[in-house]
């Protein structure tokens, strides 16, 4: 099924969390640590990206310089949406990773995060075909795209392009249904295509390794010995067609126990599985903004263009999961950086609520978003 084989570890080294010094700068030492522990546990794949800061350059003297070329799986990434002008501008982002990671040539690279208005970059750049170039020339050895939006984009996306060979989803078992993430929905059609997927944010940026008590409690009463994430990751290695599972470890600790389950990694059986169902019932009957992200408030009834379901997203995590970095990261995602206004500049016209299918009373609930976020 993979590329990578069926007898490879399907546990994966993300590298957007690496650790951090006290000023901010890569732990390049304890990310040595981390990268030697998970080779000799034989696991092989990373993970990072050109808009990943300090990542490429950090896998470099973690990695590249100091074990042999045919013992790893580098993957990185091209984001023709960020600061790209022109198609050269785009190219330049692939010769920059090839010099920051010294790595002579990519088993694996992504087209970075498509879906919405991010894919028009690289339909008008051609990249699609510059990717198929690079193959030939023996720099990509297997190439596909990672995205984020719905299973309807990723359908239409994969019958224009039917020769990526993989892509990268977010998937997690508190997605699964979710109406914001549509995580089964873009599996399904993956699948309908016949492409393998690699499996990003499997533990929800960490949220799924601290989830509510209700949740938690959950867990631990089917089995109190093991960690939360590692049901979390257990749970995406689960599904058929996954290559590897991705997991932005920040700590040696960390590694040290995503290792430990996924180094002779079983799947879920179906008490497990039933013990997943019911963490998400209960999960969802925690009380939450019922939004659907249909996003009928948006398109033409807000005239001062308020990002209300990206708003609404946001909170939303916050109330779970009360990490509020995560949730903050989420709320600037989901409105600044899809162009749209943040919560606080809602004036109360009302014309949102009048077309809303949820009957959802928004102004309220903006005024909430607002308070929380500061903006």
């Known amino acids: 099924m993979s590329f990578l084989g069926e007898d490879v570890k399907k546990l994966g080294f993300g590298l957007m969390?690496?650790?951090r010094l006290e000023d901010e700068t890569i732990d390049i030492e304890q990310v040595k640590q981390m990268v030697d522990l998970f080779l000799s546990k034989g696991f092989?794949?990373?993970?990072?990206a050109w808009a990943y800061p300090g990542s490429e350059d950090a896998i470099r003297q973690a990695l590249v310089e100091r074990h042999p070329r045919d013992k790893f799986t580098l993957t990185t990434k091209l984001a023709a949406w960020i600061n790209c002008k022109t198609r050269e501008d785009a190219i330049a982002q692939f010769e920059t990773s090839l010099k920051r990671t010294g790595a002579g040539f990519f088993d694996f690279y992504?087209?970075?995060?498509?879906g919405e208005g991010r894919t028009e970059f690289f339909d008008k750049f051609k990249l699609w075909d510059f990717v198929a170039e690079k193959k030939c020339e023996g720099l990509i050895k297997h190439w596909g795209f990672s995205f984020h939006s719905t299973p309807q984009e990723l359908d239409e996306i994969l019958t224009k392009h039917p020769d990526a060979e993989f892509v990268q989803l977010q998937i997690n078992w508190a997605d699964w249904e979710n109406p914001a993430i549509q995580s089964r929905g873009c599996y399904e059609v993956a699948r309908k295509h016949g492409k393998p997927?690699?499996?990003m944010e499997p533990i929800k940026g960490g949220t799924l390794a601290n989830p509510p008590e209700s949740v938690a409690a959950v867990f631990k009463k089917a089995n109190p010995d093991a960690s939360l994430a590692s049901w979390a990751v257990r749970f995406a290695a689960s599904l058929d067609g996954v290559i590897t599972v991705l997991s932005g470890m920040s700590t040696l600790d960390q590694?040290?126990?995503?290792?430990?389950y996924m180094e002779d990694f079983k799947r879920l059986d179906d008490s497990e599985r039933a013990t997943v169902e019911e963490a998400r019932k209960v999960l969802a009957g925690i009380p939450i903004i019922p939004c659907?992200?249909?996003?009928y408030c948006e398109a033409?009834?807000?005239p001062h263009n308020i990002g209300i379901s990206g708003s609404?997203?946001?909170y939303n995590i916050l109330t779970l999961y009360n990490d509020k970095k995560f949730a903050e990261g989420q709320y600037k995602w989901l409105v600044e950086m899809h162009g749209k206004e943040y919560a606080s500049k809602c004036v109360k016209c009302g014309a949102c609520e009048k077309v809303c299918p949820q009957h959802i009373p928004i102004r309220a609930n903006l005024v909430k978003v607002a308070k929380a976020f500061g903006r």
């Open 17 to 19: 969390r690496l650790p």
């Open 300 to 302: 033409d009834a807000c």
């Open 110 to 114: 992504l087209l970075h995060n498509l």
């Open 44 to 48: 092989t794949y990373f993970d990072t």
């Open 312 to 314: 609404f997203t946001a």
């Open 292 to 295: 659907t992200t249909c996003r």
């Open 197 to 199: 997927i690699v499996i």
């Open 255 to 260: 590694m040290r126990d995503n290792v430990s």
